[in-house]
């Protein structure tokens, strides 16, 4: 797990010990990354079930201005830490130790409009779109903002909400991402 692009170009991430995260692989982020690299320039980030901070570090490294990076795990918070240090982004961070559905309340009553949300929680647990819902009331996306939802091929995520529509999905593997986008009505 390494840095792709950016300041940080080519920096190791420490990765997690045991399987209670899983993070990210480098094939899947940089075909992601390929996707949305228009929203990151001076964007505002926001990593929901961060992890090692994976997703949020390569967005920093290719010029976001923020990155808001939401764990409930203290041992994730360490690693985040640890690496935003090795990568010298920890000045455009903040990170949040608290779940994640409780993260978009606090980032929304701080007035936080992300351009740029991702999630990759836990498979098969139906977070997906409760995190959208939440996202949705609490308007915490911008206007012309994305959501990239990284999710297991088989777990049902929904198609959108009442604000929200995904507009893009693609498989690596047994992996899915989901791109979000608000509905062209609501905008």
Do not use: W
Not at 22 to 44: A, C, H, M
Not at 122 to 136: C, E
């Amino acid at each position: 797990m390494r840095v792709i692009s950016g300041k940080a170009r080519g920096h190791r991430l420490k990765p997690p010990e045991g399987m209670d995260v899983r993070p990210t692989s480098d094939r899947v982020k940089e075909s992601v990354f390929n996707i949305i690299q228009d929203y990151l320039i001076d964007g505002i980030i926001v990593d929901l079930f961060a992890g090692t901070g994976n997703l949020g570090i390569e967005s920093l490294s290719r010029g976001a201005q923020k990155a808001y990076f939401v764990d409930e795990s203290r041992k994730s918070v360490e690693i985040i830490k640890y690496n935003l240090e090795k990568t010298r982004l920890k000045e455009g961070a903040e990170i949040l130790t608290i779940d994640a559905l409780s993260g978009i309340k606090r980032l929304a009553h701080q007035n936080v409009k992300a351009d740029v949300i991702f999630m990759d929680p836990p498979y098969s647990r139906g977070l997906v779109s409760q995190a959208l819902d939440l996202i949705a009331e609490h308007k915490l996306l911008k206007v012309d903002g994305i959501i990239v939802a990284e999710h297991d091929k088989n777990d049902e995520v929904p198609e959108g909400n009442q604000l929200l529509i995904c507009t893009r999905r693609k498989d690596y593997g047994n992996t899915s991402i989901s791109f979000y986008q608000l509905r062209e009505e609501t905008n």
